[in-house]
């Protein structure tokens, strides 16, 4: 039951990152918002790199929740059925 408790912590611990990644996300674009409510970049390989390291964060994160709250459900699973 050891292995089981452990994979159950790595899951609890990945969800507070994930949502710190949407988060950090989110922080990011508000700050670049002008008076109108646009984003503005200074140039266009900062906009290409905000995309492709905001993309893979938020994709990122969103695997993170899933495979977290799928451990967490396996453990549940394991924990009553037994």
């Known amino acids: 039951m050891e292995d089981a408790e452990i994979a ?12 710190w990644l949407q988060l950090w996300v ?6 670049r918002r002008n008076v ?10 900062r906009a290409f790199i905000s995309i492709i390291l905001e ?16 451990g967490v459900i396996k453990y549940v699973l394991n924990f009553y059925a037994a």
């Open 26 to 31: 989110k922080n990011r674009r508000e700050k």
């Open 55 to 70: 993309g893979t964060a938020i994709v990122g994160g969103l695997i993170m929740i899933i495979m977290g709250a799928g």
């Open 8 to 19: 159950l912590m790595f899951s609890l611990l990945t969800i507070p990152v994930a949502i």
């Open 36 to 45: 109108l409510g646009e984003e503005e970049f200074e140039n266009t390989s």
